[in-house]
Each structure stands twice: as C-alpha cells, then as structure tokens.
T-cell receptor, first 112, second 112 residues
Framework: NAGVTQTPKFRVLKTGQSMTLLCAQDMNHEYMYWYRQDPGMGLRLIHYSVGEGTTAKGEVPDGYNVSRLKKQNFLLGLESAAPSQTSVYFC???????????FGSGTRLTVV | GENVEQHPSTLSVQEGDSAVIKCTYSDSASNYFPWYKQELGKRPQLIIDIRSNVGEKKDQRIAVTLNKTAKHFSLHITETQPEDSAVYFCAASIGYGQNFVFGPGTRLSVLP
C-alpha cells in the first residue's frame, strides 16, 4: 500500500517550459489536492478535486491547470513555467467524510 | 475568506520543557482544526485534530485546545524531546466545506 505517490521528486525547468506533475493514490480516496509550499507562507491550495472528472480552483490557481481523468490520479500542469513557480509541491488526498489528509512526499521544482 | 495566523514563527525550548503554539482564524463557520508536523525534507503528517464541538483533545504528550468564541486554538506539547523538532502547521476548515487554510508554520527546536 503505497499511499500517495508523487513523480517526479525533483525537477529543474527553464522559464517558458512546460511540465506535468503526477499524483497517484491507491486508497480509493475521493478528494485530491495540490498545494505549494513556500518559506514562511505555509501550504497554499492550488487546485482540488472532489471526484473523478471534477476540478476546482483553490487559493493560487493562476499559471496551473489540473485534470482528474481517473479517480486515483490527479495531474498538475504548468503550461509556461515562471521563476515565481519555484516551490515545493505537495499532493494530498482524503476520504469523503474524513478530514485528515494523506500527503505525498513532495516535488521540488526550480524554474530558472 | 478564511485567514489563519500562527505564532510564534520560531520556538526554541529545552528538552523536557513544554511548547505552546497558537493559531487564530477568522471564519466563524470553521468547524475542524488539524495540526500537522513536518520534519525536515519530509511530508506533513497529521498529529492531532479537533472539531468545533469539543474544547480540548489530548493524545499522550500532545493536546489541542479550542476557544470558538475567541476564534483561536493552540497546540501544547509536554515533556518535549529532540524528535519533536520540526515545523508545525495549524489549519482551519473553510466554512463548512472540505478545504483548509493553513497557517504559515512554527519551527520548533528542542535543545538537548
């Protein structure tokens, strides 16, 4: 039982490049989330999904897109990376009716 | 929208002493307040939570108190140990919804 798995763990992008971060969970959780973590700012919600085929914007959605084609996967895309998107990205999931998150191990993204 | 403040931003205590971290929130409809611990380079992990119908909850050396009238809640760690050194995040649910706003975090250092 792997829990929540994020790939890749590290990535360096040049400004303007695109990439997709993958989050996969094997716990049959309905809810999935993408957060970014910056020093002194805690965790900020980018996008989230309450079920397969649904997505919604969080606190800081600009510059990101997401898709949830399968219940177990939640993809975060950066169409044109900017240095301001340098951050650590965490995926999380939880079961409907339960409030505690299970976090992935994070992706450290650097945009140069 | 919901705003969560957390104090102090850094806290150093001697091993065996107690540590207290305080959070305030703005949305009176918030009804669930989790605390996460994040060790260096690791993912956040839920350590304790409290719902709005309870004033205090305890789990071994960790306790959380909630004052709904004043809209603040606190994490108390007694008999601190070096392995308690980490960044601690509080969070508050957004209204009656399923998302959360996180505080900026408190870096706790337990000195031997």
């Amino acid at each position: 039982n792997a829990g929540v798995t994020q790939t890749p763990k590290f990535r360096v992008l040049k400004t303007g490049q695109s990439m997709t971060l993958l989050c996969a969970q094997d716990m049959n959780h309905e809810y999935m989330y993408w957060y970014r973590q910056d020093p002194g700012m805690g965790l900020r919600l980018i996008h989230y999904s309450v079920g397969e085929g649904t997505t919604a914007k969080g606190e800081v959605p600009d510059g990101y897109n997401v898709s949830r084609l399968k219940k177990q996967n939640f993809l975060l895309g950066l169409e044109s990376a900017a240095p301001s998107q340098t951050s650590v990205y965490f995926c999380a999931s939880r079961r409907q009716g339960r409030y505690g998150y299970t976090f992935g191990s994070g992706t450290r993204l650097t945009v140069v | 929208g919901e705003n969560v403040e957390q104090h102090p931003s850094t806290l150093s205590v001697q091993e065996g002493d107690s540590a207290v971290i305080k959070c305030t929130y703005s949305d009176s409809a918030s009804n669930y307040f989790p605390w996460y611990k994040q060790e260096l380079g690791k993912r956040p992990q839920l350590i304790i939570d409290i719902r709005s119908n309870v004033g205090e909850k305890k789990d071994q050396r960790i306790a959380v108190t909630l004052n709904k009238t004043a809209k603040h809640f606190s994490l108390h760690i007694t008999e601190t140990q070096p392995e308690d050194s980490a960044v601690y995040f509080c969070a508050a649910s957004i209204g009656y919804g399923q998302n959360f706003v996180f505080g900026p975090g408190t870096r706790l250092s337990v000195l031997p």
